[in-house]
């Protein structure tokens, strides 16, 4: 590093704008899933950059492929094509329901590209009263203004000004409640197929079946937001595979790029045409460096090994978490699927969950919240069951700490 002077959580404040709240500690390198602070400090990660690093840190494939392509050619603009954005789209093409990709940098934009094709696809086709967008009440869908409005939390979009129109919000798990929003003027649902963010809760068998149903009925796009889901998490490629249940356009991106910015927007050949020349667009979009890693992310995934790795681990995972609990009755309930698990507190301790994380930092394990009620764990696919056996013993020494 050139011109060195100190770095530490104080100059976040200083120079950072205050949006986030970070912790203390600064991880300054990885290795699978260890990281290491400035002082040399060695933690274990269970939180996998909020379910990004889906190969841990420094994954040797990741990293060639980085090198490779960095010696190549960075950036060209959407003026060109270039050759690593063709080979990921014809993987993910062939690898799912698919037929088309347009890639963005991040979960937002791509999910910002769904809506954008579905009210144009509606506009198209329907007219133009078909523009009511159905969303699930804690749903998340990132933070631009007409995602953060379609997400299932008006805290996250009060305060900016008027709003992008037309988005309601029906309760998930609650097929009754659909049906009294959804009409022929719906042009697009979007639910993710477990939502993350809004505390680790799966759809029932029924009631993902019954949104297809309903949307099939009523002319209007399924649209899947596996920005969190995808790329193995649940140990499918994509959860809609697990459910049996095909969407119209699916969203994809954390861990597509295991740690470098990418996201992609799935959809048919006949939904895609209405995206047509100069209707939507991005300068990064399918940015080779990015899609280069992203190949190499998604030839390592999508690999029987890797996939049914995922289960396994999950059952360590949850065994462990039942074992801890056994022992100090903290959580209610363990729940999610694959590698996203959510450890629900009991009553007595509600409100805490950050609590749990900032214990376990200080034990040496990093994990993540999901609501104020929630410990979750999204760790790489390929965490070795060491690390999860000794991350467990380092979580458990701080629920010791914090249980009554
Ligand atoms: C389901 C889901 N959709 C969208 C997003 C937003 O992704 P990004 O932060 O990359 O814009 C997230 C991020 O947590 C997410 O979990």
Redesign the pocket.
């Known amino acids: 590093m050139s011109n060195k002077f100190p770095v530490d959580r104080a100059l976040f404040d200083d120079v950072m704008v205050p949006n986030y709240a970070p912790s203390a500690v600064i991880p300054v390198r990885g290795k699978g899933s260890r990281v290491w602070d400035q002082n040399d400090n060695e933690l274990i990660d269970f939180a996998g950059g909020?379910?990004?690093n889906c190969l841990g840190h420094c994954h040797p494939a990741l990293v060639g492929a980085l090198k490779e392509q960095g010696e190549k050619i960075w950036h060209l603009s959407n003026v060109m094509t270039n050759e690593p954005a063709l080979r990921l789209a014809k993987k993910l093409v062939d690898n799912t329901f698919a037929e088309k990709v347009y890639f963005a940098?991040?979960?937002?934009?791509?999910?910002e590209a769904a809506l954008k094709l579905a009210r144009r696809w509606a506009l198209d086709v329907h007219g133009e009263d078909k523009t009511q967008i159905i969303a699930f009440k804690q749903?998340?869908?990132?933070?631009?203004f007409f995602?953060v409005t379609v997400?299932g939390q008006a805290a996250y979009s009060d305060g900016f000004g008027p709003k992008p129109g037309d988005v309601v919000h029906a309760e998930y798990n609650n097929l009754e409640s659909l049906k009294a929003l959804i009409s022929d003027k719906t042009c697009a649902v979007m639910m993710?197929p477990l939502?993350?963010?809004g505390g680790i809760v799966s759809p029932t068998d029924e009631f993902a079946k019954g949104v297809r149903e309903l949307c099939d009925q009523h002319n209007a796009l399924l649209i899947f937001?596996?920005?969190?889901?995808g790329v193995g998490r649940l140990g499918t490629l994509y959860a809609y595979e697990g459910l049996g249940v095909t969407p119209d356009i699916l969203?994809t991106?954390?861990a597509l790029g295991g740690g470098f910015?990418i996201?992609a927007m799935l959809t048919t050949t006949e939904l895609a045409k209405h995206l047509k020349i100069g209707t939507h667009g991005s300068t990064y979009g399918g940015n080779p460096l990015a899609c280069a890693v992203g190949e190499a992310a998604f030839d390592t995934v999508n690999t029987p090994e890797v996939l049914n790795g995922v289960t396994e681990k999950a059952k360590i995972y949850v065994d462990g978490l039942n074992a801890i609990n056994a022992k100090y009755d903290v959580f209610k309930e363990i729940r999610g699927k694959g590698l996203l698990i959510g450890a629900v507190l009991k009553d007595e301790y509600q409100g805490r969950a950050k609590d749990f994380l900032v214990a376990a930092m200080a034990e040496g394990v990093m994990t993540l919240v999901a609501g104020a009620n929630i410990v979750r764990f999204a760790p790489s696919l390929v965490i070795p069951n060491e690390d999860i056996t000794e991350g467990l013993a380092r979580f458990e020494k701080a629920v010791a700490k914090i249980a009554q």
Request: no cysteine; charged share 20%.
């Open positions: 909020i379910a990004v940098n991040s979960g937002a934009e791509s999910n749903g998340f869908h990132g933070r631009t995602t997400g993710e939502q993350g963010e937001d596996e920005v969190q889901t969203t991106a954390k910015p996201g």
